[in-house]
């Protein structure tokens, strides 16, 4: 059981996320802006984050540019779940040391394999 931290503006999103990841026995922790998730995660950094990239305040680019600056944020894992679907916004996210990147709208069954991937959980169970 992985702490996920999911950042999103959209309510949504965030509880269809929320609610496939707990199905899987994670515990998700949530926030609706960049600035209070980046100050959470500078405390106490999850085992992964699920990052939007169009945020106000603080954008998931300049989030993710300060988390990998930071010794303590630096090698958690980043999916970024975006509706920037174009293909230079993906190079983009990878570029600047995202882990994956799935664009909006989303197969759950996707989500849940990018995320076992990520946490090292590839161990034959069937996907979701």
Do not use: W
């Not at 999103?8 to 899987?24: G, N």
């Not at 709208?105 to 959980?121: A, C, I, M, Q, T």
């Amino acid at each position: 059981m992985a702490r996920i931290l999911v950042v999103d503006d959209e309510p949504d999103v965030v509880a269809l996320v929320r609610t496939i990841l707990e199905a899987e026995g994670h515990r998700v922790q949530t926030s609706t802006h960049g600035k209070g998730a980046l100050g959470a995660m500078l405390i106490d950094p999850p085992d992964l984050l699920i990052l939007d990239l169009m945020m106000p305040e603080l954008d998931g680019f300049q989030m993710l540019k300060l988390l990998r600056m930071d010794d303590r944020t630096a090698s958690v894992p980043v999916l970024i779940l975006s509706a920037r679907s174009q293909t230079q916004d993906q190079i983009g996210g990878l570029q600047a040391r995202a882990s994956a990147y799935i664009c909006k709208p989303f197969s759950p069954k996707d989500l849940v394999r990018e995320v076992r991937n990520l946490l090292g959980e590839a161990d034959g169970r069937p996907d979701a």
